[in-house]
């Protein structure tokens, strides 16, 4: 599962069942330096299609 911590400028996330791909064009800034300082009363995750969205490879 993707979070805001791992996505970086310029990386493409894609949705395995439907194809839609989203592009990264800010990084995540907002949310402590890792996934264990994150503050967010909400996990940072991105999803379509009741799946996670994967990092185009």
Do not use: N, R
């Amino acid at each position: 599962m993707v979070t805001c911590h791992e996505m970086k400028l310029g990386q493409i996330l894609v949705c395995e069942k439907c194809g839609l791909e989203l592009e990264v064009i800010k990084e995540c800034d907002e949310c402590g330096a890792d996934v264990d300082a994150c503050e967010c009363s909400e996990p940072c995750t991105f999803s379509c299609c009741g799946e996670p969205l994967q990092i185009k490879a």
